[in-house]
Nanobody, 122 residues
Framework: QVQLVESGGGLVQAGDSLRLSCAASGDTFSTYAMGWFRQAPGKEREFVAAISRSGRTTPYADSATGRFTISRDNAKNTVYLQMNSLRPEDTAVYYC???????????????WGQGTQVTVSS
């Protein structure tokens, strides 16, 4: 079983940057594909980015392409989401998720963190 704890959210202005972190514990981190999702008020949870176990494959949602970068440090059991050029529509609770072995852009992840709030003001 894996425990996930996100951090790094906050209130920023449009155009600013944030880096989210997700620290994993409880199992061998390198055996898990990792994903970032977000959920805005009144909307369904949506895919943002994912990363394979090795870090070599990193699919992104169209809304994140060119602005967000996902990365991982298997030695630190941590996955990151660097978010640049933030927009008000990026405002949401951001969740990291873990799935053993298989990378996916769907919500079919086994473990989820509690989320971290990102608010972007215009």
């Amino acid at each position: 079983q894996v425990q996930l704890v996100e951090s790094g959210g906050g209130l920023v202005q449009a155009g600013d940057s944030l880096r989210l972190s997700c620290a994993a514990s409880g199992d061998t981190f390198s055996t898990y594909a990792m994903g970032w999702f977000r959920q805005a008020p009144g909307k369904e949870r949506e895919f943002v980015a994912a990363i394979s176990r090795s870090g070599r494959t990193t699919p992104y949602a169209d809304s994140a392409t060119g602005r967000f970068t996902i990365s991982r440090d298997n030695a630190k059991n941590t996955v990151y989401l660097q978010m640049n050029s933030l927009r008000p529509e990026d405002t949401a609770v951001y969740y990291c998720a873990a799935r053993r072995f298989v990378l996916t852009t769907t919500p079919a992840y086994e473990y989820w963190g509690q989320g971290t709030q990102v608010t972007v003001s215009s």
